[in-house]
């Protein structure tokens, strides 16, 4: 449990709130390239840690993302017209650039200077791995630029998704470093999507159902182990590395793709859950592609034309009773995403934690909430950058592997655990 | 019905979550395994706590040496002082909480986990101070903790014991 205060510290990322300024001091994943196609294509409304932005790609290139609304008479400028060097607002004409100086207003002459003196806020935006990333901290303490694996290999060994959540973002975060749900929630997936089946870890998975969890602090966030036996006295490792404030990335699965998630506030009531899949050393095959764009694995599939997933709280995530009493789901809700999602939405759009029962397998969450606790008072009353800014934080990976009982698992995966171009992963 | 729709998780409608206790207290057992994790178990009994109770076991014997018949029999102090018997507080335990410091012998992890894997009791071990510890000093006292422990955490911070004990409702 969390006291309301502690609860209301980790779930607000507005302006000015702790937890806001933690996801202020990295670049964060803004919205997919796909969004802004081209040059001049049309401006994207994009909402993030509660402010309302815009972001378009202009007519050299150039990528921004600035306040959504005109500083004239306050309208949408998702209304503009992309053009010639700027975003120009329709009702008076007034014209931004992608740093949110304007650059003319019609109804001034030109040489009194007038829109110099009008500059919406703006953020950088960036582009790398498929995503457009940006960071919306102070100007003066902008990070190095991501060095997340997935984002820095080859486009045709990675593929990126996201969706939007209809919850807050520590919620749905927290599931993906709750290692226990596996065996229930997503029990009878392993062996059918295409995207897990056959690897040899597999057969660990289903024959130990009570793993044990060993949680150990690492420089950029946490490491959750999960342990099974294996053959001749060893145990079967499977271990998630959480970044803060909000990546993870699951244990590999034989030969299949590595995947993982950001989960980012839209505002403290929805979130986008970012999803990947990359191979640090083959390119995905196009089975795989198609697989994860019909929904597969960590992915979902979409209503046409936006984010939204197709299953959703509006058809009860087409919950199909007759799959779950038959056994062929667990939950009911087909595929990973959508069984985690459902469950989380569930809570409420904040979950009221000073209710909940938490238990010793819960000692990753414990720790999780820990940790950005600690981190967000030490940024807050010293400024100290949070775990998880640090390149090197972000160079790292999952790993799935046997060791020897007595080995602890931060030693016996300690090189498997870094990122490290061309090398291939460890996994069973 | 509008109310058996997934559609009903939204904020207005969480005003009618019925509010009442869900949970009645457990009874968690902290036992500190070694002398400088007693110095932290010690500190955190002077809080204010539901139903957990704070032991140490730094006095043990050591594990049977092979060959020799396993016993369970073994005390405990509380922080008083006072001697407890294993068995007993393990028995009436829902969950056990072992506290062992990095690089310290935990050598009564062995004991206590037996006794509450006969009786039921979970068990999680925290091995505290590990910042600024060798890897090899770390690995000694998670061999001992680990066969033990059903969850096990490896924690930069004393300061942790004490959320993860909140966060139990301990």
């Known amino acids: 449990m969390l006291r309301k205060e502690q609860n209301d510290l980790l779930t607000q990322t507005g302006p000015g709130t702790p937890m806001g300024q933690m996801f202020r001091c990295s670049w964060i994943p803004a919205l997919l390239s796909e969004e802004l196609p081209e040059r001049d294509s049309p401006p994207v409304r994009v909402k993030l840690l509660s402010e309302r932005l815009l972001a378009f790609r202009d007519s050299e290139g150039r990528l921004g993302l600035i306040d959504e609304f005109c500083a004239h008479r306050g309208i949408s400028l998702w209304f503009g017209r992309n053009e010639e060097k700027g975003l120009r607002c329709p009702y008076h004409g007034w014209k931004y650039d992608v740093t949110g100086q304007c650059i003319d207003v019609p109804s001034e002459p030109a040489e009194s200077g007038f829109c110099n003196k009008i500059k919406l806020k703006s953020y950088p935006l960036i582009e790398k791995g498929g995503i457009l990333w940006t960071y919306m901290g102070p100007p003066e303490k902008r990070p190095p630029e991501p060095s997340w694996e997935f984002a820095s290999v080859p486009d045709k060994q990675r593929f990126v998704s996201k969706r939007h959540q209809e919850c807050n973002w520590l919620q749905a975060m927290e599931g993906g470093i709750d290692s226990s749900h596996v065996s229930f929630l997503h029990r009878g997936d392993l062996g059918s999507d295409p995207l897990f089946k056959g690897a040899k870890g597999n057969q660990y998975n289903l024959g130990d159902a009570r793993p044990v969890f060993e949680v150990v602090e690492s420089p950029g966030g946490l490491y959750i182990g999960a342990r099974r036996n294996a053959e001749n006295g060893k145990y079967y490792w499977r271990i998630t590395p959480w970044v803060m404030p909000s990546f993870t990335m699951i244990a590999p699965r034989g030969n299949h793709s590595v995947h993982g998630h950001f989960w980012i506030p839209i505002d403290d009531e929805n979130c986008w859950t970012w999803s990947f899949d990359y191979h640090p050393i083959r390119e995905l095959t196009a089975a795989e592609v198609a697989a994860m764009r019909e929904g597969k694995g960590v992915h979902v599939a979409l209503i046409p034309g936006t984010y939204r997933p197709t299953a959703n709280k509006d058809n009860d995530y087409l919950m199909d009773r007759a799959a779950q009493k038959a056994g062929h789901s667990y939950s009911g809700v087909a595929g990973f995403a959508m069984q985690d999602a459902s469950v989380q939405e569930s809570m409420g759009p904040i979950v009221d934690r000073t209710k909940e029962n938490l238990v010793s397998t819960d000692n990753g969450i414990i720790m999780a909430r820990h940790r950005l606790m600690r981190a967000a008072k030490a940024l807050v009353e010293k400024g100290i950058t949070p775990p998880g800014v640090d390149p090197e934080h972000q160079k790292i990976r999952s790993v799935a592997i046997v060791l020897p009982a007595d080995v602890p698992y931060k030693e016996g995966a300690k090189e498997a655990l870094i990122a490290k171009p061309g090398v291939a992963p460890a996994t069973v | ?170």
Request: hydrophobic share 50%.
């Open chain 2, 1 to 170: 019905m509008a109310s058996e729709s997934a559609r009903m998780s939204s904020a207005a409608e969480a005003r009618f979550r019925i509010d009442a206790p869900n949970s009645k207290g457990r009874a968690i057992k902290i036992i500190a395994l070694d002398a400088p994790a007693e110095r932290v178990v010690r500190r955190l009994a002077q809080a204010s706590w539901n139903r957990a109770s704070f032991f140490t076991a730094s006095a043990f014997a050591g594990p049977p040496a092979s060959g020799e018949s396993f016993s369970m029999t073994g005390w405990l102090s509380d922080v008083a002082g006072r001697t407890k018997n294993l068995i007993d507080d393990v028995a009436c335990a829902d969950l056990i909480v072992m506290v062992a410091t990095a690089g310290e012998n935990a050598h009564a992890a062995t004991i206590i986990g037996e006794a509450a894997s006969a009786k039921r009791v979970n068990t999680t071990g925290l091995i505290i101070g590990g910042a600024g510890k060798s890897d090899e000093a770390l690995a000694k006292t998670l061999a001992q903790l680990r066969p033990w422990s059903l969850m096990l955490v490896i924690a930069g911070a004393d300061d942790y014991v004490e959320d993860m004990l909140v966060a139990l409702r301990a």
